[in-house]
């Protein structure tokens, strides 16, 4: 049966019909003025599908144009092909994009922040250019394009502006960001950096030439590439691991890099470690150098370093009080599988499933609030999964319920929502709370309320299944299973969508 999309014109309707790939297909009473992104928007609620790209004879379908300009007629026939959306965020501002050459970018949050003032960010001479990755730092975001290409907007002093490398950003197929800097990494192992000098970004001309890099990592506000022949050489802020002049001899043969706030760790071929940046942040790591040998992956928060040996054991060193001290816990940390972090702490999920926590007490440190006995570790058992905030953590059990503690306002207590935290299958995190995914779809928050831990506001909304969940600093953004986008948390910086809610239609 054909469906009318109401819409005010004159005349009589004409019928188009979109089908996927797989067969299914829909009917749809249209009038030459309608927009194809209300057609397609459409669609995709009566399908049930996403981010449809529409095409008719060969054609793709512009969704800013209306049914006449696009030369759409009575009993056409219109394929739709469900693309993939992706979100990405700065600290206050979210973009999303989807694999269509016709559909620009949409952004929306703080202007000063990656959003900009009419929502979409690819200009004229980057029209007709599919993109196909985004990544940000706090203040700008940075775009890879199908022909390899890059662009950028947002804050033009954190790297906003690329122009004056943009001859340059050429082939390029990664891109990592400091706080207000990006590198660009490309096909022939060339790096490009831009954004402010005090947090890496530069041009490198003042560098020794590098070639055949195969990762780049970033702290806050330097970068240290690592090349085919496993030597690192970094730039940025010198405090903060922008100068690797005191450990260079030792890096040789570096095999994979990690960052804290301020300092980075490297491994090496035989699993050694070699440390350099600010000391409050790991970059020290001279008092436990004799235990450091066999480590197979090192996880950081801000302040330290935590190193997982082959035979299961971990290490640490960094700011005491902040993760870097765990002989607390040390007799514990025995066939350690996987590690998380808020700012302040870690917590280790062993063999057995259970936790081991340590750090600060206040930020997940410690069993201190939520449902958990303060007295007893052995409390957590058969976890599969562990998220954070900046101060407290959330373990998805095996049975599907979630058990959080911390700072309570930074997500820490969840007993208000304690009875629907069931059947979980996911959980997000801002800084300062957590979205939890369940089995039919629907999201279950819970935090700091102005932050995005109450999301009552768009409950019922949130009752259609999600697919995708996003967040800036201080608000959420989820994807449904129809390419409809839903918002919630601090208004300005991302927790409302509503300026760009006609612009969303066109993704």
């Known amino acids: 049966a054909s469906r009318r999309i109401p819409h005010a014109t004159v005349g009589p309707h004409a019928m188009l019909r979109i089908s996927l790939v797989s067969g299914r297909s829909t009917a749809v009473n249209f009038d030459d003025q309608i927009s194809l992104g209300e057609v397609k928007a459409f669609a995709q609620r009566d399908l049930g599908v996403g981010f449809l790209r529409l095409s008719c004879e060969g054609r793709i379908l512009d969704p800013k144009q209306t049914a006449a300009e696009a030369g759409l007629k009575d009993g056409d026939c219109v394929t739709g092909i469900v693309q993939e959306a992706q979100l990405a965020a700065t600290s206050r501002a979210f973009a999303i994009h989807c694999h269509n050459p016709a559909v620009n970018v949409v952004t929306w949050g703080d202007a000063h922040y990656g959003a900009d003032d009419h929502s979409t960010v690819l200009s004229d001479q980057r029209s007709g250019r599919n993109v196909t990755a985004i990544q940000a730092n706090l203040k700008a975001f940075s775009a890879i394009l199908d022909d390899g290409t890059a662009v950028a907007w947002g804050d033009p002093i954190a790297g906003g502006d690329s122009s004056l490398v943009r001859h340059r950003l050429k082939n390029v197929v990664a891109i990592q960001a400091t706080d207000e800097a990006f590198a660009a990494l490309r096909s022939d192992g060339q790096v490009v950096a831009w954004g402010s000098q005090m947090h890496g970004g530069l041009s490198l001309d003042a560098l020794p030439a590098i070639d055949n890099v195969t990762q780049i990592q970033a702290t806050q506000s330097a970068f240290a590439a690592l090349r085919a022949d496993g030597s690192v050489l970094a730039w940025g802020d010198d405090a903060c691991g922008g100068n690797t002049w005191p450990v260079q001899p030792q890096l040789k043969k570096v095999t994979q890099i990690q960052s804290t706030n301020g300092a980075f760790a490297a491994i090496k071929e035989h699993g ?185 506001a768009v409950e019922h909304r949130l009752r259609r299944p999600v697919v995708q969940i996003q967040a800036t600093q201080t608000a959420f953004a989820a994807i449904l299973a129809d390419g409809a986008v839903v918002t919630w948390g601090f208004d300005s910086e991302g927790g409302s969508s509503s300026p760009v809610e006609r612009d969303l239609i066109y993704v």
């Open 272 to 456: 050694s470690v070699v440390t350099w940046g600010a000391k409050m942040c790991g970059g020290d790591s001279r008092s436990v150098q004799p235990l450091l040998h066999n480590v197979e992956k090192i996880q950081s928060n801000r302040y330290a370093f935590a190193a997982v040996k082959a035979d299961g054991s971990v290490v640490t060193w960094g700011a005491q009080s902040r993760g870097g001290n765990s002989l607390a816990v040390q007799a514990s940390l025995v066939n350690v599988q996987e590690i998380q972090a808020t700012d302040y702490a870690f917590a280790a999920i062993l063999a057995d499933r259970s936790v081991v926590v340590w750090g600060d007490p206040q930020h997940g440190g410690s069993f201190t609030s939520g449902i958990l006995d303060p007295n007893s570790i052995s409390e957590i058992r058969n976890v599969a999964a562990i998220q954070s905030t900046k101060s407290a953590f959330a373990a998805i059990l095996a049975d599907g319920s979630v058990v959080s503690w911390g700072w309570p306002d930074h997500g820490g207590d969840s007993w208000e929502v304690q009875d629907r935290l069931k059947d979980v299958k996911q959980i997000q995190s801002n800084d300062f709370a957590f979205a939890a995914l369940l089995g039919d779809g629907s999201v279950v928050t819970w935090g700091n309320a102005g932050y995005g831990g109450d999301s009552s």
